[in-house]
Structure formats: structure tokens, C-alpha cells
């Protein structure tokens, strides 16, 4: 498959990139090895659409979103499959992200239409004073692995209800389901050039965009530590810049949580994706007194889930995506386990890529689990015997992107929502994220948000109008 570039595919010729199934090895497709000229292709086409794109009324670029929103429904199945082959989640997940990550198209196709000014009383009357909002121009996507689709329409959606115009770098292990997106939005009428995927080699691709004036604006979804490496350069050229970067979730179970949504919120948290989620619990807090049974429980529904090759209908727990995934999971056990963790269950390594979901308790603040993010189907369990202790400990990290908290009192829930130094707080819910609400961390991981009316910010100027009649 070649990549997309001003509405058509290119790349032949070039050095190629294996795309290949995790769950069996097997080499699905292959992609252009683009670089710097390619990115810089993709730059000019974005360029050159944008006075087009951007002079259209809002209502008008709604409209194509809509139709390609239309056109994604009506190849949910196709687009989840090969999402499936080229990440590894289930199935269903995999539906579920299609869905997900269409919804943003669809709640920006209509926020885009309320994209609002305002007017400012003079301190003379001789003025007149405007406020009007503006797309930023062409907007730099490099997206990750893990939600193929909806890190894309997450970022593109908002960005083209606006006008801007977008060149995106999908992760390298997942450049599939990207290209067929870009593949659909021509087909549904969004000019060529509007949107631009390039696939290959990373910081090639990155470092061009960087340096070029002509992208204006730079957002991305991935770790903290690249996060930090492209922050650094965007600010050569003072790009405004939006970071998704890395998460530790706590999770806190106080005495009074009903424990048996605790224990299905936490396990749908932590074991989506097989753990390879951004917002999955990480550390698993639990009052003293309720751990045995909390415990029990917790181990009880994850040894019902099944693991498997995710275009099985009944698998809940794919591949992991590479073998590096697979050695920091069972380094965090082995470390975890070295200081006196019990494991509860799980904890072995199974053919391939594949791994069980595993509990451990006894988890002290020492452990790596507690520290890294783990980024597999680990929970790690540890005690608190109080509040104050147990929003200590939650908040001692550099992450701060996503974190939830179980009890049944509701002024107690938010006291301690408030104390949470999170983006995100989940009360009673281990599944917080939704297109009209923002998503984004505080600390280390990331810069602004993605969503909602705030998601639609990033990809506005402002611009301050003086009329002196
Ligand atoms: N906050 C969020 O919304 C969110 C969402 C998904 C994933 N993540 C985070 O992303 C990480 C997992 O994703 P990943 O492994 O793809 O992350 P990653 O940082 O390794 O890669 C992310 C993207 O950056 C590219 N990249 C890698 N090195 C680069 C470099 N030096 N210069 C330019 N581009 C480079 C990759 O090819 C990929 O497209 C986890 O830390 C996870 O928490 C965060
Ligand atoms: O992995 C990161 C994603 O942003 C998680 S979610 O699908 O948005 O919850």
C-alpha cells in the first residue's frame, strides 16, 4: 500500500516497511519508506490546499465530514479488520475504536459550525473592537499505535471543521488503517491535500516538519520522552503544539466502594487494549480492609479473560504489539515479584507475542510497575489505610494524564476528585473518554486537550480587530 499524498498514492519506487500481524508474525502489507522529500511533498500539497479549504464556510466542510463519517460506517467491518491484523487488539475492541474514533468526526463536523467571535465595548467611541478565531494553518499529526483510527480523527477532525489542512505520520507499526481513512475522506469530497498521511522513517519525517514555516502547528499522541524530543524542535520555529503523551493511572478503591464495580471498571481499565492504553490503570490502590475480598473478585474476572488471536470473535485480549512490549511486562512482574509481590495469577509468558493477564499483590512503591508505565495486562495491587495516604501516593508521579477513584459518597468522591492532579478523573467509572469531553493531562504528560469544544481551540488563531469609524 503506498501512501497518500495530495489525493493520490505515491511512494512506489521508494524502500518499503514490512506492516506485519502481531498475533502471527505474518507480513499483512508493506509501505513506502518515506523521508524528508515525501514530508516535504506532503507540506507543499497541505500548503497548497489551504486557501481553498479554509475559504470554505464552515457549513460547507461540515457537510463533507458528514459524508466521510458516512463512508467509515459503511466500511466499519473492513477498517476494524485491518486494524485487528495490523495492532492485534480484538475485534470487538477494534469496532469499538472504528466507532470511537468516528464519533470525533462527527461531533466536529457540527462544532465546527460554532466556531464563535466576539465584540469588546471601546474605551472610546470612536472604536469598534472584534475578536475573531482563525484555523492555524497546516497542522503536523504524528499519531501511535495503539488506536490506529481514533488518534487520527481525534487530531484531523477538529483541524478540518476549522480549515486547516493536515500531513499526518501514522506509528510505523500501524500506517494501515490511516491510509484507508485518507483513502475514504477523497472519496467523500475532502479536496486533495487537505489530508496527507506519510509513512516511514520517523524522525526524518518529524525533523522536516519541524523545521518548516508552512506547518504551523504540531500535535501529537505517543510517549513522553519523544513528546519532550519534538516540543524541543517545534520551538525553533514556535509552532503551537499539542502533546498526548504517557500515563500511570492510579486506580483508588476506598472502604465504602461498591467493590463489584470496582473490580469490572478496573479490569475494562486495565485490560483493554491489553493494557496498552494511555489512561490504563497502572496501580491498582485498595483500602486494607476490603483487599481480600476486592482481590478475590479481581481475580475471579480476569482469569475469565481469554487470550487470543484478535480476529477471534471471543478473544478479549490480543497480542502485545512487538517483543520489546512483551520483555517490559515481564520485567515489571519478575521485578515485582523479586521484592515480594505475589502473583495472584497469571504471570507466565505464552507463545509469540501473547501474554496472560496477570495480578500481583503486595506492591510496594519500589516496584517498577508502581513507577513505569507498564503499557501490558499487568495490575499491580497495593494497600492504604487512608485517604490522605492513598491521594499521596496516586499523585506521586511525573504522569498526570488519567486516574479514577470508587466509593459511594458522593461528596467524598468529588473532595478527593479535586485532589487528583489528573486530566481525567474517572468517579465509579473506568472509562471516561468520550468526543465532546477533553482529554488531556496535567505534568508530564502532555499539553493541551483533545475533544470537546477545547479540542477544537488547538487548531484556532485568535485575531484582535481595532475599527477606529
Ligand atoms: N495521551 C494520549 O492520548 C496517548 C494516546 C495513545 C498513546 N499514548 C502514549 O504513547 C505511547 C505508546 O505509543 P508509541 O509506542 O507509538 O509511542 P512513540 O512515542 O514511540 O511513537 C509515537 C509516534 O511517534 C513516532 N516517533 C517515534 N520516535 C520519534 C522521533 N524520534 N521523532 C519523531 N517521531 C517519532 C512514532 O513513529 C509514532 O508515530 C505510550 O507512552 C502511551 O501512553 C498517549
Ligand atoms: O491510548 C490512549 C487513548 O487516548 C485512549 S482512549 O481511547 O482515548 O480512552
Avoid at 473478585?297 to 485480549?317: P, Q
Avoid at 508521579?397 to 476528585?417: C, E, P
Avoid at 481525567?424 to 486537550?449: C, E, H, M
Amino acid at each position: 500500500m503506498n501512501f497518500f499524498i495530495n489525493g493520490k498514492w505515491s511512494g512506489s519506487g521508494l524502500e518499503t516497511i514490512d506492516v506485519t500481524n502481531p498475533a502471527t508474525g505474518d507480513v499483512i502489507d508493506t509501505v513506502p519508506r518515506g523521508s524528508t522529500n515525501e514530508a516535504n511533498e506532503a507540506a507543499t500539497a497541505a500548503h497548497k490546499a489551504l486557501q481553498s479549504w479554509s475559504g470554505l464556510a464552515a457549513a460547507e466542510r461540515s457537510n463533507k465530514l458528514e459524508k466521510w463519517f458516512n463512508l467509515i460506517n459503511e466500511n466499519h467491518e473492513e477498517l476494524a479488520q485491518t486494524m485487528t491484523k495490523e495492532q492485534g487488539k480484538s475485534i470487538h475492541e477494534a469496532r469499538g475504536e472504528i466507532t470511537y474514533a468516528n464519533s470525533f468526526i462527527k461531533w466536529y463536523a457540527e462544532e465546527g459550525k460554532r466556531v464563535y467571535g466576539e465584540t469588546i465595548p471601546a474605551s472610546t467611541p470612536d472604536k469598534r473592537l472584534f475578536v475573531t478565531k482563525q484555523p492555524v494553518g497546516v497542522v503536523a499529526a504524528i499519531t501511535p499505535w495503539n488506536f490506529p483510527a481514533a488518534m487520527i480523527t481525534r487530531k484531523v477532525a477538529p483541524a478540518l471543521a476549522v480549515g486547516c489542512t493536515t500531513i499526518i505520520k501514522p506509528a510505523t507499526q500501524t500506517p494501515l488503517t490511516a491510509l484507508k481513512l485518507a483513502e475514504l475522506s477523497v472519496k467523500a469530497g475532502i479536496p486533495e491535500g487537505v489530508i496527507n498521511v506519510v509513512t516511514g522513517a520517523s524522525s526524518e519525517i518529524s525533523q522536516a516538519w519541524q523545521e518548516d514555516t508552512r506547518v504551523r502547528k504540531l500535535t501529537f499522541t505517543g510517549s513522553t520522552e519523544v513528546g519532550k524530543t519534538l516540543m524541543s524542535g517545534a520551538s525553533e520555529t514556535v509552532k503551537k503544539i499539542s502533546l498526548e503523551l504517557g500515563g500511570h493511572a492510579p486506580v483508588v478503591v476506598l472502604e465504602d466502594a461498591d467493590i463489584d464495580n470496582a473490580v469490572q471498571q478496573a479490569v475494562g481499565s486495565k485490560f483493554r487494549n491489553g493494557g496498552q492504553t494511555c489512561v490504563c490503570a497502572n496501580r491498582i490502590y485498595v483500602a486494607e480492609s476490603i483487599e481480600e475480598e476486592f482481590t478475590n473478585k479481581l481475580k475471579k474476572a480476569v482469569e475469565e479473560l481469554k487470550v487470543g488471536n484478535g480476529l477471534d470473535e471471543d478473544t478479549d485480549i490480543g497480542p502485545m504489539i512487538d517483543e520489546d512490549a512483551v520483555d517490559k511486562v515481564i520485567s515489571h512482574i519478575e521485578d515485582a515479584k523479586s521484592q515480594g509481590a505475589k502473583v495472584v495469577t497469571g504471570g507466565a509468558k505464552k507463545d509469540g507475542l501473547f501474554l496472560t493477564p496477570t495480578v500481583v499483590s503486595g506492591v510496594t512503591e519500589d516496584m517498577a510497575c508502581m513507577n513505569e508505565e507498564t503499557f501490558g495486562p499487568l495490575a499491580p495491587i497495593s494497600t492504604f489505610k487512608t485517604e490522605e495516604e492513598a491521594i499521596h501516593r496516586a499523585n506521586n508521579t511525573i504522569y498526570g494524564l488519567a486516574s479514577y477513584l470508587f466509593t459511594r459518597d458522593v461528596s467524598k468522591a468529588i473532595r478527593l476528585a479535586e485532589k487528583l492532579e489528573y486530566g481525567i478523573v474517572g468517579l465509579n467509572d473506568g472509562g471516561p473518554s468520550t468526543a465532546q469531553a477533553p482529554f488531556g493531562g496535567w505534568k508530564q504528560s502532555g499539553i493541551g486537550r483533545e475533544g470537546g469544544h477545547h479540542g477544537i481551540d488547538e487548531f484556532l488563531e485568535t485575531k484582535y480587530i481595532s475599527l477606529k469609524i
